[in-house]
């Protein structure tokens, strides 16, 4: 089974580049959610959609925009990347009140 | 709103001692809550859940916790440490109630990094 399946596993960006990471899963859950981790941090929540259609914000949702265009996929968009967030982020998927499922993570840099 | 202390960065512990993780939670609805592993540079995987059934909590790997609601507290334990338990733990809160703005949200606490000494 794949799970949650996060795409890329590495990026480096300059300050200023954008991109899209990307989020799949395939258990049919209806939440999603974006975390990053820094050290000593914890995972801190940037955002969370609990059905197709809808988001909400998170702890950390400045700088990050998302989509979650179909129940299968939610993705994070950084307009404009800072050093700020250099970071591993993390994507997960859950059903009701069941666990999470995590992907491997996007380790990002920003130079 | 949900929120969860991890009250130890770090835990040193020689192999074959017990293990104690702590962690409080404060949560106006019933919670959820959840102990979560993380080896080095991997996911995070799932060690144990409380969804409001039994108390005491049994996991992978020998792992347990107690959920204990006058404490506020879900502390993780084991009796014997293994080195492949060396990792990092993360106490999890979410909880479910009409007009929190937190419903449905999984707060982690900031983590507790477990070394374990031959």
């Known amino acids: 089974n794949a799970g949650v399946t996060q795409t890329p596993k590495f990026q480096v960006l300059k300050t200023g580049q954008s991109m899209t990471l990307q989020c799949a899963q395939d258990?049919?859950?209806?939440?999603m959610y974006w975390y990053r981790q820094d050290p000593g941090m914890g995972l801190r929540l940037i955002y969370y959609?609990?059905?197709?259609?809808?988001?909400d914000k998170g702890e950390v949702p400045n700088g990050y925009n998302v989509s979650r265009l179909n129940k299968r996929e939610f993705s994070l968009r950084l307009e404009s990347a800072a050093p700020s967030q250099t970071s591993v982020y993390f994507c997960?998927?859950?059903?009701?009140?069941?666990?999470?499922?995590f992907g491997q993570g996007t380790r990002l840099t920003v130079v | 709103a949900q929120s969860v202390t991890q009250l130890d960065s770090h835990v040193s512990v020689s192999e074959g001692t017990p293990v104690l993780l702590r962690c409080n939670y404060s949560?106006?609805?019933?919670?959820?809550l959840f102990w979560y592993v993380q080896h080095p540079n991997k996911g995070l995987q799932l060690l144990l859940k409380?969804?409001?059934?039994a108390t005491l909590v049994k996991g992978i790997n020998g792992f347990e916790a107690e959920f204990k609601k006058s404490e506020t507290s879900f502390h993780l334990t084991k009796p014997s440490a293994h080195m492949s338990d060396a990792a990092e733990y993360f106490c999890?809160?979410?909880?479910w109630g009409r007009g929190s703005s937190n419903t449905g949200k999984l707060i982690f606490g900031q983590g507790t990094t477990l070394q374990v000494k031959p």
């Open positions: 409380y969804t409001s059934a």
């Open positions: 959609s609990a059905s197709e259609g809808t988001t």
């Open positions: 999890v809160v979410t909880g």
């Open positions: 258990m049919n859950h209806n939440s």
């Open positions: 997960a998927s859950r059903r009701g009140e069941d666990e999470a499922f």
């Open positions: 949560s106006s609805y019933s919670p959820s």
